[in-house]
C-alpha cells in the first residue's frame, strides 16, 4: 500500500477545491454529504449537486 497516504491527500485536497470552484463551502459540502451517506447508504454527493440545491 506504498503511496496510499499521498493518495488520500490528493483525493480530499481534489474534493474540496471542488467544493470551493462549485461555490459550496467545504466543510458544510462535508457535512451534507456524510448526512446524505448515513440516510441513504450508497448515496454519492458531489460538490455540483449541493450547488443547485
Known amino acids: ?3 496510499s497516504t ?3 491527500r490528493v483525493w480530499a485536497y ?3 477545491e ?3 470552484l462549485a461555490g459550496v463551502e467545504p466543510a458544510a459540502y462535508l457535512a451534507e454529504a ?3 451517506a448515513i440516510a441513504t447508504p450508497g448515496t454519492v454527493t458531489l460538490p455540483r449537486d449541493l450547488h443547485s440545491a
Open 34 to 36: 456524510t448526512r446524505r
Open 1 to 3: 500500500m506504498i503511496g
Open 14 to 16: 481534489t474534493l474540496l
Open 6 to 8: 499521498r493518495s488520500l
Open 18 to 20: 471542488s467544493a470551493k
